[in-house]
C-alpha cells in the first residue's frame, strides 16, 4: 500500500512539473506577447515593462525563475489587471467554483445513482426504458445546451428561479443542475449495468436463498460490489464538471474560476492562463489520486496487488 | 450422409431391446449444418438491425451527411449573405429557421454548420485510427521497456484534463495565425487518440498470443504485416466501437469551443457560434438558439445511439 502511493505521488509530481513546463513554453512561444494591443506602445514603454516582468532575461533564467517561485505557490503576477497577482485570482474564483462543483457532484451522485439501480431492478420494463433513454439524452446533450435550456424554461418561462447571478441558494440550482447533467446520466447507465452484472452473480442467490429481504439484498449485498465501479469514473465525472464549470459559469455569469480562465484566455492574459491551467491539473491530479486511494480502500483484492501492467 | 455410421450395430449382436432403440438410418441428416454459417460480421449486423435506436441513429447520420452535402447547394443564400432590412425574423417560408442579428438565413447557417461538425467528425475518426491504433498496436506487439515508456506517455497525458490539453493549442496555434478549423482539427486529432491507444493494446496484448499470430512468425511474416495485417483486423469490433463514440465528443469539442471563442469564428457559421449568438438574444428572440441546439444535440444523439447499439453487437464481453 505504501510502495503504491509513493509511486503515485511521484507520478503525480511528475504530471505536474510536465504541465507546467509544457505550458510555460508554449506561452512563451506565441508570437504575439502580452502587451501587443491594437494601438502599437511605443517601443520605450514596451521595454520597460519587459524588464518590469523579467521578460528580457534569457528563457532558461525566466523558466528558472517561474519553477523557484511555483514551488514556493507564488503564480506570478497577473498581465492583464496589474494590480493583481494570478493567486488572487484563485483565491478568488476558486471557492465559487468549489462549491458550485461540490453541489452538482452531490446532484449526480444523490440522483445518478438511484435511477440506476431503479432501472436494473426494472429490468427492460417501461421504467427501465424510460431511465435509460433520458440518461442517453443526458450524455448527448451538451452543457451548454442544456444551460440554455433550463435557463429559457425555468428561468424565463416559468420564473421559478433567477436566470443568473450568484449568491442566493436559489441562483445555484440552474448552474448546479446543467452541470450534474452529464454525471447523472452517465452514473445511471454505469450503475444499471454494473447492477445487473451483479445480481446475476451466485453471492446473491445465496442471500436470496438464506431468506433475506430484498431490500437487504439490493443495498447491503448488492450496492457495495457496484460502489467500485462508480468510484473509478468519479476522476473522469470530476474533470467534467471543473472543465464544465467554463461555459456554465460564463452563461450563468457566475464570478468563478472557470469564467476567470475562459476571460483570461480571450484576453491573452498568460500568466493568468499559466497559472490557472497548473492549478487546474494540480487540482484534478490530485482528485484523481483520491479517487484511486478510495478505490485501494473499498477494494481489498486491489490494495496488496502491485499495480503491473494493466 | 456420410458421417452416420456411428450408431449403427452390427449384425448379430442382440440390443438389449426396451433398453434403447437404434437411431434411424438417416440421423445425418439431421446434423448437417442447415442454411449458411454465420460470421462474426453477420452475427454483429443482425444483432444491429435489431436495435431500434441504432437503426434510428444510423439514418439520422446519413440524412446529415446528406443535408450537409446537398443542403447549401440547392439554399438560395449563403452562409454570409446580409439582409438587414430582415434581420431577427420568426421563421417563415422564405427562411424557415428564421433569419439572425444581420438578416443572414438561420437554416443556411444551420447546414453549413452541419459540414463543419461533421468534417471534425471525419478527421477525429481518422486521426484515431492513424496514431490510436497505431500507437496501441506497436506498443502492445513491442512490450516490455517499449509498451512501458509508450503507456506511460499515455497515463501522463490521461492525467490533464483533454479539454484543457484542447485549449491551451487551440491558444497556442490561433496566434500562430493558423486556420481556426485546422487548429481544432490538430488540438482534437493530437489528444482524442488517446482512449483508442489503450483499447487497441489491450485487444492486441491478447491477440498476440494467439495461434495464428504464431502460425504467422512461423513462416517468416515481418512484424508490421503481422501487427497490420493479422492482429488489428482482428481488433477491428472495439475500435469501430471507440471510433463511434469518440466522434460526437469530438463534436462536442469543436461546438464548445466556438462557443467560448476559440474555435472557429464568425461569419463562418459553426454550431457553437450559431448557439453563442443564439444565447445573446434568448430574451428577445429564442427560436435563433432553438435550431442550433436542436442540430447539435441531434447530431450527437444519432452518434451515441449508434455507438451504444454497435457496443451491443460487437463487443462479446458486453453481450448478454
Known amino acids: ?310 | 450422409m456420410a458421417a452416420q455410421t456411428a450408431w449403427q450395430f452390427k449384425e448379430g449382436v442382440a440390443p438389449d431391446a426396451g433398453s434403447f432403440v437404434p437411431a434411424p438410418k438417416d440421423s445425418g441428416e439431421l446434423q448437417q449444418i442447415a442454411g449458411r454459417s454465420t460470421t462474426y460480421w453477420s452475427d454483429a449486423i443482425r444483432r444491429i438491425r435489431r436495435n431500434k435506436l441504432a437503426v434510428v441513429g444510423f439514418w439520422i447520420i446519413i440524412a446529415l451527411f446528406v443535408v450537409a452535402i446537398v443542403g447549401p447547394m440547392v439554399s438560395p443564400y449563403s452562409y454570409e449573405d446580409q439582409d438587414l432590412d430582415n434581420t431577427f425574423q420568426s421563421p417563415t417560408l422564405r427562411h424557415p429557421f428564421g433569419t439572425d442579428q444581420l438578416g443572414r438565413d438561420q437554416m443556411t447557417r444551420v447546414m453549413y454548420g452541419s459540414r463543419i461538425s461533421l468534417a471534425v467528425g471525419i478527421v477525429c475518426a481518422a486521426l484515431n485510427f492513424l496514431i490510436g491504433v497505431t500507437y496501441g498496436g506497436i506498443s502492445a506487439y513491442f512490450g516490455g521497456r517499449v509498451d512501458d515508456i509508450m503507456m506511460r506517455i499515455v497515463d501522463i497525458l490521461y492525467g490533464i484534463p483533454t479539454l484543457i490539453i484542447v485549449i491551451l493549442l487551440t491558444v497556442l496555434f490561433k496566434d500562430k495565425g493558423v486556420n481556426p478549423l485546422v487548429n481544432v482539427f490538430i488540438a482534437i486529432g493530437l489528444t482524442y487518440w488517446l482512449p483508442m491507444a489503450r483499447i487497441v493494446r489491450g485487444e492486441i496484448l491478447s491477440l498476440k498470443e494467439r495461434e495464428f499470430a504464431l502460425a504467422a512468425k512461423t513462416i517468416g511474416a515481418p512484424n508490421n504485416r503481422i501487427l497490420f495485417r493479422h492482429l488489428i483486423p482482428n481488433a477491428m469490433g472495439p475500435i469501430i466501437v471507440t471510433v463511434t463514440l469518440e466522434i460526437p465528443a469530438a463534436i462536442f469539442t469543436e461546438a464548445f469551443l466556438s462557443y467560448i471563442g476559440l474555435g472557429v469564428s464568425a461569419p463562418v457559421a459553426s454550431w457553437g457560434v450559431l448557439a453563442s449568438d443564439g444565447t445573446e438574444a434568448i430574451r428577445s428572440f429564442p427560436y435563433l438558439v432553438l435550431f442550433p441546439a436542436l442540430a447539435i444535440s441531434l447530431t450527437m444523439f444519432a452518434f451515441n445511439f449508434l455507438g451504444d447499439g454497435l457496443r451491443d453487437a460487437l463487443d462479446p464481453r458486453l453481450r448478454q
Open chain 1, 1 to 310: 500500500m505504501l510502495k503504491f502511493i509513493l509511486q503515485r505521488v511521484l507520478s503525480m509530481i511528475l504530471v505536474v512539473l510536465i504541465v507546467a513546463s509544457a505550458t510555460f513554453f508554449m506561452m512563451r512561444l506565441l508570437p504575439s506577447g502580452p502587451f501587443s494591443r491594437e494601438k502599437k506602445l511605443p517601443a520605450q514603454i514596451i521595454k520597460n515593462l519587459e524588464a518590469r516582468y523579467h521578460l528580457d532575461d534569457p528563457l532558461w533564467k525566466q523558466y528558472v525563475d517561474y519553477m523557484k517561485n511555483l514551488l514556493r505557490g507564488d503564480l506570478g503576477p497577473s498581465f492583464k489587471y496589474t494590480d493583481r497577482t494570478v493567486n488572487n485570482i484563485i483565491n478568488d474564483g476558486f471557492p465559487v467554483s468549489a462549491a458550485l462543483g461540490v453541489v452538482a457532484v452531490i446532484l449526480a451522485v444523490g440522483i445518478g445513482i438511484p435511477l440506476g439501480i431503479w432501472g436494473a431492478l426494472k429490468q427492460n420494463g417501461w421504467q427501465d426504458n424510460l431511465v435509460m433513454f433520458v440518461a442517453l439524452l443526458g450524455v448527448s446533450v451538451p452543457n451548454f445546451i442544456m444551460a440554455v435550456l433550463l435557463m429559457f424554461i425555468f428561468a424565463l418561462g416559468l420564473h421559478l428561479v433567477p436566470a443568473a447571478g450568484w449568491g442566493s441558494i436559489k441562483q445555484i440550482i440552474l448552474p448546479a443542475f446543467t452541470l450534474a447533467g452529464y454525471p447523472i446520466a452517465f452514473l445511471a447507465r454505469l450503475v444499471r449495468s454494473s447492477m445487473l452484472e451483479v445480481l446475476r452473480q451466485e453471492y446473491i442467490t445465496t442471500a436470496r436463498a438464506k431468506g433475506l429481504s430484498e431490500r437487504l439484498v439490493i443495498f447491503r449485498h448488492a450496492l457495495r460490489n457496484i460502489l467500485i465501479p462508480v468510484v473509478t469514473v468519479l476522476g473522469p465525472l470530476i474533470a467534467a464538471v471543473f472543465t464544465g464549470s467554463f461555459v456554465v459559469e460564463k452563461i450563468f455569469a457566475i464570478p468563478g474560476l472557470g469564467r476567470y480562465y475562459v476571460t483570461s484566455i480571450n484576453d491573452r492574459d498568460y500568466t493568468t492562463i499559466l497559472g490557472v491551467t497548473i492549478f487546474y491539473s494540480a487540482l484534478l491530479v490530485f482528485l484523481n489520486f483520491m479517487v484511486d486511494l478510495t478505490y485501494a480502500w473499498l477494494d481489498p483484492r486491489i490494495r496488496y496487488v502491485e499495480r503491473k501492467v494493466s
